[in-house]
């Protein structure tokens, strides 16, 4: 799906989030981290990611524009507290209590681990599967893995291997 580009306002909307947020947490810490780079090309259904070695932020543009708000008060400050928790922490656990409380204590922002914003526009074709107590559906990326004998998935609830749905 090719994505319109992303209105100049909404980039300016994050770009004041991202420099208020970063400003909060250097006041709070006493400290100058530097301005992450925002990159708008996290696809899927996946709203936000921190890289830590290249120090910037990529963000779903799609996702962006279908909940901007949303996005700009949850998404922004929940990947900048992963960087700056990796900056003032080092490696630790991505939504551990050390990022809880970057969340909480320093941007003052719930310390939610997922959006919960509607995926219809970016969920992808599945695949079913099926396991001893449910149905599960596969990524296309997953399923050829399956397909190719370079992976198997288990039920995280009852553990059994999972087998296309015929």
């Not at 399956?146 to 553990?159: K, L, Q, S």
Request: hydrophobic share 35%.
């Amino acid at each position: 799906m090719k994505t319109s580009r992303l209105p100049i306002a909404i980039q300016q909307a994050v770009m004041r989030s991202l420099r208020e947020k970063l400003a909060l947490a250097n006041h709070k810490l006493d400290r100058h981290y530097p301005e992450p780079k925002l990159v708008y090309q996290q696809r899927g259904t996946t709203a936000g990611t921190a890289w830590l070695d290249s120090y910037e932020i990529r963000l779903n543009p799609v996702l962006l524009q279908e909940n901007q708000q949303a996005f700009i008060d949850e998404v922004v400050p929940h990947e900048l507290a992963h960087l700056l928790t990796w900056k003032h922490f080092g490696r630790v656990a991505p939504h551990g209590k050390e990022w809880k409380w970057m969340m909480e204590s320093v941007l003052c922002v719930p310390a939610r681990r997922t959006h919960q914003f509607g995926l219809e526009s970016v969920r992808r074709n599945t695949f079913p599967y099926r396991c001893q107590c449910q149905q599960h559906q596969l990524t296309v990326r997953r399923h050829n893995r399956v397909v190719r004998g370079e992976a198997t998935y288990r039920c995280v609830h009852c553990g059994e291997l999972l087998v296309a749905d015929a």
